[in-house]
């Protein structure tokens, strides 16, 4: 399905902040005008553009330009440096930027192949509207399904590029995998989506070209605001959302009076991902929503996919479920298959193949000789085929031989009261190699104090093993996170290891 063959008069998606709708009749003249504007531009099937935008109107509208003429789209972080969009722009191969003028200071493209249009700009020759405004908003004549080409968020290291085949398909063509989370979230046109996270992160640009695929209608949040988020759901009979377990712990830490305060009888499906929920902030949330709170786990390479349903959760608690696309493997370092209750690497069989756009060595370090493929993730799977993750290799603290796996300590730390954020790393040790340190946002920051940071590790040596604890506690107003959910932990170890040798690149 696409924008045309939706009632015109029904509305695609909203703006929660202003409230600015816009119908299916003008996403379809929009996004023709747009197809119209590529191909003018020289753009065909196989070529691509890139979006530095922020969640506003006419992000959809420039995306499904893109979708309808078999174009790559590749959206970029806005919280990304000038280096980081002018490699993305250029590993991208895209021809053209799509921006505002705040976004585009300081960023030099002149060695790029690309043009820029502003949708600020004051000359008409540079301008989105000015140029897009004159075509047609009839149908491109050589309609085909485009594809997005997103960027990894670069928690790890430079931003990788994910590309797929295009696929050749009639415009309107649902990919498998897309058909899969349809019916198992129960999407219709009668969906209600709040989308909760910025739209060039891949999930939810998916998960709204998804609705707007079915005739749904979209509530999209500029900026992410647990209250506002609530009210949402409220005032738009909000049916399904997503989110981030970063985003359950700000709903939860608002008063009592204010979580209850909003109906929220129309939610069906709350799904979450892009990171492990601890299993305190989870049942929490279940014990206020219900059994509406349904996890996936995947990633921008769509190399493999489980999910896990509230009621299967409540029998497998910690757990983000089982395979839904592609077949689970556990191995070890020298790529030996574990048995089932033993950690190593996950990796997915028979799933979808991809590649880091003109990265290959990146790509074979991903793959066994199999072709099995990982997103980098440690963790084991049950006896029922359960998968449960442990962290990510590159975050794995090595101390004295022994591995310890952050995200068990974060998911102790975040249960105190007290804590709004926590990030735990290893950091230098003459003795040990690397110790661990939690580095911790708090509700008020004005709370911080030796005495706190005591408190807080006898909290978690109550509850997990000593030699997984934090030996210090830093405390911090803000954590380099993105609103997607993941933290930037490189960033964060970087202070802590200059002048010493680490063992992560």
């Known amino acids: 399905m696409y924008p045309g063959q939706h009632p015109p008069d029904r509305i695609a998606y909203r703006m929660a902040d202003s409230a600015e709708a816009i119908t299916y009749g003008e996403l379809e003249a929009a996004s023709n005008q747009a197809a119209h504007l590529y191909r003018e531009r020289g753009l065909t099937p196989g070529d691509g553009i890139a979006i530095l935008l922020g969640n506003e109107p006419d992000y959809l509208k420039i995306v499904w330009g893109a979708q309808r003429s078999g174009l790559y789209f590749t959206p970029i972080s806005v919280l990304f440096s000038a280096a980081e969009i002018e490699y993305i722009v250029d590993n991208s191969d895209a021809k053209l930027l799509i921006t505002r003028t705040a976004f585009a200071d300081g960023i030099d493209l002149t060695p790029f192949d690309a043009d820029v249009l502003l949708l600020d700009g004051d000359d008409p020759a540079t301008n989105w509207f000015g140029q897009a405004g004159t075509q047609p908003t009839e149908p491109i004549a050589d309609e085909t399904e485009g594809a997005e080409m997103v960027y990894s968020s670069g928690t790890t290291g430079k931003p990788k590029g994910v590309r797929f085949p295009l696929s050749g398909a009639e415009l309107g063509t649902i990919p498998k995998l897309f058909q899969t989370r349809i019916k198992m979230h129960a999407m219709t046109e009668a969906t209600r989506y709040l989308s909760t996270a910025p739209l060039y992160h891949s999930a939810p640009l998916r998960y709204n070209l998804l609705v707007t695929r079915l005739g749904g209608t979209s509530v999209i949040m500029p900026k992410f605001d647990a209250e506002t988020a609530l009210r949402m759901i409220e005032t738009h009979g909000i049916t399904h ?84 696309h592609g077949e689970i493997h556990i191995l070890d370092d020298d790529d030996n298959e574990l048995p089932n209750g033993e950690i190593g690497r996950v990796f997915f069989a028979n799933g979808t193949d991809f590649h880091y756009h003109k990265d290959p060595d990146k790509t074979a370090a991903a793959k066994t000789a199999e072709g099995w493929s990982t997103l980098g993730d440690i963790g084991y799977v049950d006896d029922e085929g359960y998968l449960y993750l442990r962290d990510r290799t590159s975050f794995m603290i090595i101390s004295g031989g022994v591995n310890i796996y952050p995200q068990e300590t974060e998911n102790v730390l975040i249960s105190h009261p007290r804590v709004a954020d926590v990030a735990v790393i290893g950091v230098p040790n003459d003795e040990f ?73």
């Open 433 to 505: 190699g690397e110790e661990v340190k939690a580095v911790v946002e708090l509700v008020s920051h004005a709370d911080a104090s030796d005495a706190l940071a005591a408190e807080l590790i006898g909290w978690c040596r109550e509850r997990i093993s000593h030699v997984k604890c934090p030996r210090s506690i830093d405390f911090t107003e803000a954590l380099p996170r993105h609103p997607t959910g993941k933290l930037y932990k490189h960033k964060l170890r970087e202070s802590y290891w200059e002048g010493h040798e680490s063992r992560i690149i």
């Open 241 to 324: 959302s997503q989110w981030v377990p970063t985003m359950f712990v700000r709903m939860l830490r608002l008063p009592e009076a204010t979580r209850l305060a909003y109906d929220l009888s129309s939610h069906r499906y709350a799904i979450h991902a892009a990171a492990p929920c601890p299993v305190t902030v989870k049942r929490a949330m279940l014990d206020w929503w219900g059994p509406v709170v349904y996890e996936y786990y995947s990633g921008t390479e769509a190399n493999g996919s489980t999910a896990i349903t509230p009621e299967e959760w409540t029998r497998h608690q910690g757990s983000v479920g089982r395979a839904i």
